[in-house]
């Protein structure tokens, strides 16, 4: 089993930033792609960034670019999600997500595991 904690969540203003970390832990894991989404009441979770396996690659939402930036510390098990210039459109519940796959993949489908989510909320 697979456990991924996201921590670092909260409230901001807008223009300020957040830095977002996800752990994993679990006798099953190793490590691969991640990634993280975002979901807001009502509609459906969308993809926000993935990094490849050996940081070798990033993808990025057009919403976010420019704004967010994504890394991994593999001698940690974890992903970060660093976030500046925030909007309140970016207000949403965060997730983290870990694959199987070592390429970063931009679908819910391509990931395998997931953390319960923190939340976001950027005030205008």
């Known amino acids: 089993q697979v456990q991924l904690v996201e921590s670092g969540g909260g409230l901001v203003q807008a223009g300020g930033s957040l830095r977002l970390s996800c752990a994993a832990s679990g006798r099953t894991f190793s490590p691969g792609a991640m990634g993280w989404f975002r979901q807001v009441s009502g509609k459906e979770r969308e993809f926000v960034a993935a990094?490849?396996?050996?940081?070798?690659?990033?993808r990025y939402a057009d919403s976010v670019k420019g704004r967010f930036t994504i890394s991994r510390d593999n001698a940690k098990n974890t992903v970060y999600l660093q976030m500046n210039s925030l909007k309140p459109e970016d207000t949403a519940v965060y997730y983290c997500a870990a694959a199987k796959t070592r390429v970063a993949v931009t679908s819910l489908q391509g990931y395998d595991y997931w953390g319960q989510g923190t939340q976001v909320t950027v005030s205008s």
């Open positions: 990094i490849s396996m050996r940081y070798v690659s990033t």
